[in-house]
């Protein structure tokens, strides 16, 4: 079948169908809070189990979603968790358009300026990991990043968000994607323009907006021992999600949409919330 005859399938689904022929890799909750809410748990409930354990332990990390590390730093801080057991292996960040150089910190899309106000500020000092266990991709790392994985032992988990055209951290649809490692590449213009235009102070400003990234590969991600991934509407607005949640959910794995390899993951969970999982009004 044709990935665009199976679209207009999976778009005929009902959610109840949806849910059931996902067979158990998608979770569903009524409201985006509830989406949060899930997600920050897992993610303490993950860190409480390595902080009763003897070794530390790996986490692919995103910058985005950004709501559930709020709710993350309250519940860290009130139960007094430690992540020195913790190490993060952050997803992505944006590369300079002509040179292989990370965008500064300074600029409002980077992602290693965000992670901070956005979580590392919000946790008691005391409780943080040192910061040798917060690893960004960077070109200097680049080559050595799939080794300091294997030698930390693997990923437990892996977190993500599901972009537009499927991509998890920056693997875009191309051959091969499945076995891609971390590199630097061409952002594509559908993740440009929907990026470019759901940061909201950004406008839309296609001309400036990054055009490189760095990125994990995704071996790395499907090498998790398990996957949780997110995507959602953001606003009653700006319907964007429905489709690739659907895709994600049930679609045959294939190159042009890369988060469907991992539908053979044997631990994945795609959460989202009902109105995203909703078809959209046509189904073209």
Avoid at 141 to 165: M, S, T
Wanted: charged share 25%.
């Amino acid at each position: 079948m044709k990935r665009s005859e199976e679209v207009r399938r999976i778009l005929g689904l009902t959610t109840e169908e949806l849910v059931t022929e996902a067979r158990g890799q998608l979770k569903l909750f009524p409201t985006l809070d509830e989406v949060y809410e899930f997600l920050a748990d897992e993610m303490v409930r993950e860190f409480r189990k390595a902080a009763e354990g003897n070794r530390i332990v790996s986490f692919i990390m995103p910058v985005g979603p950004t709501q559930p590390y709020r709710i993350m730093a309250e519940k860290i801080n009130y139960w007094s968790l430690s992540l020195k057991n913790v190490r993060f292996f952050f997803m992505d960040e944006y590369v300079d358009d002509e040179k292989d150089e990370l965008i500064p910190e300074s600029h409002p899309l980077s992602f290693r300026g965000q992670i901070g106000p956005l979580l590392f500020h919000r946790i008691r000092p005391e409780l943080m990991m040192p910061e040798d266990q917060i690893i960004f991709p960077t070109p200097e790392n680049l080559a050595f990043l799939p080794k300091r994985i294997e030698d930390a032992g693997g990923i437990e988990v892996c977190y993500g968000g599901i972009g537009i055209h499927g991509h998890v951290a920056f693997n875009e649809p191309g051959p091969g994607v499945k076995d891609s490692n971390p590199r630097i590449l061409e952002i594509n213009e559908f993740t440009r323009t929907i990026d470019s235009t759901r940061h909201r102070g950004v406008g839309g400003n296609l001309e400036n907006f990054p055009r490189r990234a760095i990125t994990l590969g995704m071996k790395q991600c499907l090498g998790a021992r398990r996957m949780l991934l997110m995507t959602r509407n953001e606003s009653d607005e700006f319907y964007w999600a429905n489709t690739i949640l659907r895709i994600a959910a049930v679609g045959q794995p294939g190159d042009d949409y890369p988060v469907t390899h991992a539908r053979n993951h044997k631990n994945l969970l795609i959460v989202s919330d009902l109105a995203t999982a909703r078809a959209p009004k046509f189904n073209i």
